[in-house]
């Protein structure tokens, strides 16, 4: 088969398509025929030779895929050779075929197209496990959701609006605030003007934020805390803005709040298997009855995966960016 392989560190121009060995399904495990991927910033990183695949998994990018199973591994029920899929990898979707874990594999949705399914496996796994099963938000809670636009921030504001939350989103652009409008978000904040801190406290009769969603990391710790409200979460999932911030504790204390910061690629299997198991469940009936859409900004070949790196780093995309294998154009 062919893959996109990284020779070595460096610009989307490193990204190299290649013939690689086959993958074989393992134990637990069914081949999937990948019908297209998707970019994420773990691709970026991977890429650039700063966040190595975990051990054991798949050397080549791509963290979620969307295809058929064409081989199934032992000790492997409930999926057959035919089935149409996305999947949650650590590693291997920008490839012809990859070997997935049954318990990352996912039906296609409802009334969804294979190439579009590649956009969900990720973000649904991140957004649940993050906003829902880590830091609980409730019906009437305030989410603020950083980098509203992006595929992480596209998702999180629908599932949001879908539970009854009330959703704050920070974006560096009108038509960005626009688009993230349209999706259900109720208070649009332009991080290049506004500053998000007064503006939830406005937003929110100076209550703030009850769970935040962020991918900036360092540079936004401080005001995160600031804009908490009482008994809020605050969970980190990126480190765009740095890995090492003051966090003021007396702050925290006082709001009786928690900070939580977590990775998916590099769960076990278990975990991951439970995570996807809780996204089949809850997410899965919102969007095959049209609550929840895929957010798609644009479609390029895997083989021109360095377009779709190009993409990502201009920050001028909303949503998500997929990479479709050949033959399935």
Sequence with gaps: MYAITIPEPGGPEALVWAEVPDPVPGEGEVLVDVAASAVNRADLLQRQGFYDPPPGSSPYPGLECSGRIS??????????????????????????????????????????????AAALPEVTATVWSNVFMIAHLRPGETL?????????????????????????????????LARCAELGAD?????????????????????????ILDIVGAKYLDRNVKALAVNG??????????????????????????????????????????IVAAVREHVWPLIGG????????????????????????????????????????
């Design 71 to 116: 081989a199934v591994g032992p000790g492997v029920s409930g999926w057959a050779v035919g089935d149409e899929v996305c999947a949650l990898l650590a590693g291997g979707g920008y490839a012809e075929k990859v070997a997935v874990p049954a318990g990352q594999l996912l039906p296609v949705p409802d009334g969804m197209d294979l190439i579009t």
């Design 144 to 176: 603020l959701v950083h980098g509203g636009a992006s595929g992480i921030g596209t998702m999180a504001v629908q599932l949001a609006k879908a539970v009854g939350a009330r959703v704050a989103v920070t974006a560096g652009s009108s038509e960005k």
């Design 290 to 329: 049209g609550r929840v859409q895929a957010v798609v900004d644009r479609k390029v070949p895997l083989t021109d995966a360095a377009e779709g790196h190009r993409a990502l780093e201009s920050g001028d995309h909303v949503g998500k960016v997929l990479l479709i294998a050949p033959g399935h154009a």
């Design 187 to 211: 208070i649009l904040i332009n991080y290049r003007e506004q500053d998000f801190v007064e503006e939830i406290g406005k937003a929110t009769d100076g209550a703030g934020a009850d769970v």
């Design 233 to 274: 979460r605050l969970a980190v999932i990126g480190l765009q803005g740095g890995v090492k911030g003051e966090l003021n504790l007396g702050a925290l204390l006082r709001k009786r709040a928690a900070v939580t910061a977590t990775s998916l690629r590099g769960r076990p299997l278990g975990e991951k298997a439970a």
